[in-house]
Protein backbone atom coordinates (compact mmCIF):
# COMPACT_ATOMS: atom_id res chain seq x y z
CA UNK A 1 0.00 0.00 0.00
CA UNK A 2 2.85 2.58 1.15
CA UNK A 3 4.75 1.51 -2.40
CA UNK A 4 1.56 2.31 -4.05
CA UNK A 5 0.48 6.20 -2.29
CA UNK A 6 4.36 6.71 -3.31
CA UNK A 7 4.26 5.23 -7.13
CA UNK A 8 1.02 7.21 -7.48
CA UNK A 9 2.56 10.89 -5.86
CA UNK A 10 5.96 10.56 -8.00
CA UNK A 11 3.57 9.62 -11.63
CA UNK A 12 1.38 12.88 -10.16
CA UNK A 13 4.84 14.93 -9.88
CA UNK A 14 5.99 13.80 -13.02
CA UNK A 15 3.43 14.37 -14.91
CA UNK A 16 3.60 17.94 -13.52
CA UNK A 17 -0.23 19.32 -14.19
CA UNK A 18 0.06 22.30 -12.43
CA UNK A 19 3.20 22.89 -14.75
CA UNK A 20 1.39 22.23 -18.02
CA UNK A 21 -1.66 24.18 -17.05
CA UNK A 22 -0.26 27.37 -18.73
CA UNK A 23 0.83 25.26 -21.90
CA UNK A 24 -2.36 23.79 -21.60
CA UNK A 25 -4.28 27.35 -21.64
CA UNK A 26 -2.08 28.64 -23.99
CA UNK A 27 -2.77 26.09 -26.70
CA UNK A 28 -6.30 25.52 -26.34
CA UNK A 29 -7.29 29.25 -26.08
CA UNK A 30 -8.49 29.67 -29.35
CA UNK A 31 -10.89 27.12 -29.32
CA UNK A 32 -14.47 26.64 -27.64
CA UNK A 33 -14.55 25.58 -23.98
CA UNK A 34 -16.73 22.74 -25.00
CA UNK A 35 -13.97 21.68 -27.94
CA UNK A 36 -11.15 22.22 -25.54
CA UNK A 37 -12.77 19.24 -23.11
CA UNK A 38 -13.05 16.83 -25.66
CA UNK A 39 -8.98 18.07 -27.14
CA UNK A 40 -7.79 17.77 -23.52
CA UNK A 41 -9.81 14.29 -22.54
CA UNK A 42 -8.29 12.78 -25.74
CA UNK A 43 -4.77 13.61 -25.50
CA UNK A 44 -5.12 12.53 -21.80
CA UNK A 45 -6.63 9.19 -22.70
CA UNK A 46 -3.96 9.07 -25.79
CA UNK A 47 -1.02 9.65 -22.79
CA UNK A 48 -2.62 6.93 -20.83
CA UNK A 49 -2.54 4.17 -23.66
CA UNK A 50 0.78 5.06 -24.11
CA UNK A 51 1.94 5.12 -20.30
CA UNK A 52 0.23 1.51 -20.02
CA UNK A 53 1.86 0.16 -22.82
CA UNK A 54 5.14 1.30 -21.22
CA UNK A 55 4.00 -0.39 -17.81
CA UNK A 56 3.17 -3.43 -19.51
CA UNK A 57 5.69 -3.66 -21.96
CA UNK A 58 8.71 -2.20 -19.75
CA UNK A 59 10.11 -5.40 -18.91
CA UNK A 60 10.22 -6.71 -22.99
CA UNK A 61 11.52 -3.57 -24.31
CA UNK A 62 14.76 -3.50 -21.22
CA UNK A 63 15.46 -6.91 -22.26
CA UNK A 64 15.31 -6.37 -25.81
CA UNK A 65 17.29 -3.11 -25.57
CA UNK A 66 19.77 -5.35 -23.20
CA UNK A 67 19.34 -2.97 -20.80
CA UNK A 68 19.73 -2.87 -16.87
CA UNK A 69 17.88 -2.11 -14.51
CA UNK A 70 20.50 0.01 -13.02
CA UNK A 71 21.10 1.66 -16.52
CA UNK A 72 17.33 2.88 -16.48
CA UNK A 73 17.26 3.54 -12.65
CA UNK A 74 20.48 6.25 -13.01
CA UNK A 75 19.18 7.61 -16.39
CA UNK A 76 15.79 8.04 -15.07
CA UNK A 77 16.95 9.96 -12.47
CA UNK A 78 19.08 12.04 -14.19
CA UNK A 79 16.13 13.01 -16.49
CA UNK A 80 13.81 13.56 -13.82
CA UNK A 81 16.45 15.73 -12.04
CA UNK A 82 16.76 17.69 -15.10
CA UNK A 83 12.82 17.88 -15.42
CA UNK A 84 12.44 19.32 -12.08
CA UNK A 85 15.44 21.87 -11.90
CA UNK A 86 13.09 23.47 -15.21
CA UNK A 87 10.51 23.46 -12.61
CA UNK A 88 12.12 25.01 -10.32
CA UNK A 89 14.33 27.45 -12.68
CA UNK A 90 11.70 27.99 -15.60
CA UNK A 91 13.01 29.96 -18.66
CA UNK A 92 10.98 32.00 -21.06
CA UNK A 93 11.64 30.17 -23.86
CA UNK A 94 10.43 27.10 -22.02
CA UNK A 95 6.80 28.48 -22.95
CA UNK A 96 4.65 27.96 -25.96
CA UNK A 97 3.37 25.35 -27.78
CA UNK A 98 5.33 25.61 -31.29
CA UNK A 99 2.20 24.80 -33.18
CA UNK A 100 0.70 27.70 -36.23
CA UNK A 101 -2.21 29.84 -34.78
CA UNK A 102 -5.51 28.58 -35.15
CA UNK A 103 -4.22 24.98 -35.46
CA UNK A 104 -6.16 22.35 -33.08
CA UNK A 105 -3.49 20.14 -31.30
CA UNK A 106 -2.91 16.16 -32.33
CA UNK A 107 -0.70 14.07 -30.30
CA UNK A 108 1.74 16.41 -29.68
CA UNK A 109 2.55 18.50 -27.86
CA UNK A 110 -0.06 17.67 -25.04
CA UNK A 111 0.00 13.96 -25.26
CA UNK A 112 3.44 13.67 -25.88
CA UNK A 113 5.82 15.10 -24.48
CA UNK A 114 3.68 17.06 -22.06
CA UNK A 115 2.11 14.03 -20.31
CA UNK A 116 3.69 11.10 -21.88
CA UNK A 117 7.23 12.12 -21.68
CA UNK A 118 10.35 10.11 -21.68
CA UNK A 119 10.85 10.41 -17.78
CA UNK A 120 7.44 9.04 -16.87
CA UNK A 121 8.19 6.14 -19.51
CA UNK A 122 11.64 5.58 -18.18
CA UNK A 123 10.02 5.50 -14.77
CA UNK A 124 6.72 3.32 -15.58
CA UNK A 125 9.68 0.64 -17.30
CA UNK A 126 11.40 0.74 -13.79
CA UNK A 127 8.67 0.24 -11.88
CA UNK A 128 7.36 -2.75 -13.83
CA UNK A 129 10.56 -4.37 -13.91
CA UNK A 130 11.21 -3.67 -9.97
CA UNK A 131 7.76 -4.69 -9.02
CA UNK A 132 6.66 -7.40 -11.65
CA UNK A 133 4.25 -9.25 -9.17
CA UNK A 134 2.91 -5.76 -8.24
CA UNK A 135 1.79 -4.55 -11.83
CA UNK A 136 -2.34 -4.46 -11.04
CA UNK A 137 -1.14 -2.27 -7.47
CA UNK A 138 1.14 0.52 -10.44
CA UNK A 139 -1.84 0.28 -12.71
CA UNK A 140 -3.91 1.92 -10.14
CA UNK A 141 -1.43 4.23 -9.19
CA UNK A 142 -0.70 5.34 -12.66
CA UNK A 143 -4.75 6.12 -12.90
CA UNK A 144 -5.39 7.69 -9.92
CA UNK A 145 -2.17 10.11 -10.80
CA UNK A 146 -3.84 10.07 -14.65
CA UNK A 147 -7.21 10.72 -13.24
CA UNK A 148 -5.64 14.02 -10.62
CA UNK A 149 -3.82 15.20 -13.79
CA UNK A 150 -6.92 15.23 -16.03
CA UNK A 151 -9.26 16.79 -13.29
CA UNK A 152 -6.30 19.46 -12.77
CA UNK A 153 -6.66 19.71 -16.87
CA UNK A 154 -9.80 19.96 -17.38
CA UNK A 155 -10.65 22.60 -14.48
CA UNK A 156 -7.70 24.96 -15.94
CA UNK A 157 -9.51 27.75 -16.04
CA UNK A 158 -10.61 27.85 -12.82
CA UNK A 159 -7.16 26.73 -11.45
CA UNK A 160 -5.46 29.76 -13.03
CA UNK A 161 -8.15 32.13 -11.81
CA UNK A 162 -7.72 30.78 -8.14
CA UNK A 163 -3.85 30.45 -7.95
CA UNK A 164 -2.86 33.20 -10.25
CA UNK A 165 0.53 33.36 -11.94
CA UNK A 166 2.27 33.60 -9.00
CA UNK A 167 0.51 30.62 -7.26
CA UNK A 168 0.92 28.49 -9.79
CA UNK A 169 4.32 29.15 -10.18
CA UNK A 170 5.38 28.90 -6.52
CA UNK A 171 2.98 25.23 -6.15
CA UNK A 172 5.06 24.12 -9.75
CA UNK A 173 8.07 25.29 -8.20
CA UNK A 174 7.56 23.64 -4.89
CA UNK A 175 6.55 20.30 -7.01
CA UNK A 176 10.11 20.46 -8.78
CA UNK A 177 11.48 20.94 -5.11
CA UNK A 178 10.09 17.41 -4.17
CA UNK A 179 10.81 15.85 -7.67
CA UNK A 180 14.73 17.05 -6.90
CA UNK A 181 14.62 14.46 -4.05
CA UNK A 182 12.68 11.92 -5.61
CA UNK A 183 15.22 11.72 -8.86
CA UNK A 184 18.08 11.75 -6.31
CA UNK A 185 16.50 9.02 -4.92
CA UNK A 186 16.35 7.21 -7.50
CA UNK A 187 19.62 7.60 -8.96
CA UNK A 188 20.87 6.48 -5.55
CA UNK A 189 19.39 3.35 -5.93
CA UNK A 190 20.43 2.51 -9.08
CA UNK A 191 24.65 3.45 -8.25
CA UNK A 192 23.90 1.40 -5.32
CA UNK A 193 22.43 -1.61 -6.94
CA UNK A 194 25.03 -1.03 -9.68
CA UNK A 195 28.22 -0.91 -7.63
CA UNK A 196 26.57 -3.95 -5.28
CA UNK A 197 26.43 -6.02 -8.74
Given at each position: MTEMISATVLL???????????IFMSVLKHLEP???RIIVIREMLIALLLMLLFLFAGESILSFLNLRT???SISGGIIMFLIALKMIFPTPESGGSGLPAGEEPFLVPLAIPLVAGPSILATLMLLSHQ?????PHLVVALLIAW??????LMQS??????????????????MGLLLVMLSTQMFLDGARAYLRS
Open positions: FLIMDPLGNLPKRRETVYPQRIGLSVIITLFLRLLGDKGVNALERL
